[in-house]
Nanobody, 114 residues
Framework: QVQLVESGGGLVQPGGSLRLSCAAS????????MRWYRQAPGKEREWVAS????????SFADSVNGRFTISRDNRKNTMYLQMNNLNPEDTALYYC???????WGQGTQVTVSS
């Protein structure tokens, strides 16, 4: 059974940075495209970023393009989301998932506030 565990969230001031991690188990990680999503209070879950196999090409939502980067370490079965120049609109519960989707993890909370 696929398990996804997100970590690295926290409280950060506007303009700050965070790096999220997604640890995956129960799958051959290197066989899967991976994605980050987020859900802000009162809003639908939205896609944030993707990283594909085998070449690791990336894509981003317009709202985070140029501020976020996505990467993966297939040896560690882990994906990362480096988030820079954060603003209050980035406040959300962040999730990772495979593509196609697996069961959702618990997410990691990111709060951007002064």
């Amino acid at each position: 059974q696929v398990q996804l565990v997100e970590s690295g969230g926290g409280l950060v001031q506007p303009g700050g940075s965070l790096r999220l991690s997604c640890a995956a188990s129960g799958l051959t990680f290197s066989f899967y495209d991976m994605r980050w999503y987020r859900q802000a209070p009162g809003k639908e879950r939205e896609w944030v970023a993707s990283i594909s196999i085998p070449g690791g090409s990336t894509s981003f939502a317009d709202s985070v393009n140029g501020r976020f980067t996505i990467s993966r370490d297939n040896r560690k079965n882990t994906m990362y989301l480096q988030m820079n120049n954060l603003n209050p609109e980035d406040t959300a519960l962040y999730y990772c998932n495979t593509h196609p989707l697996s069961d959702w993890g618990q997410g990691t909370q990111v709060t951007v506030s002064s």
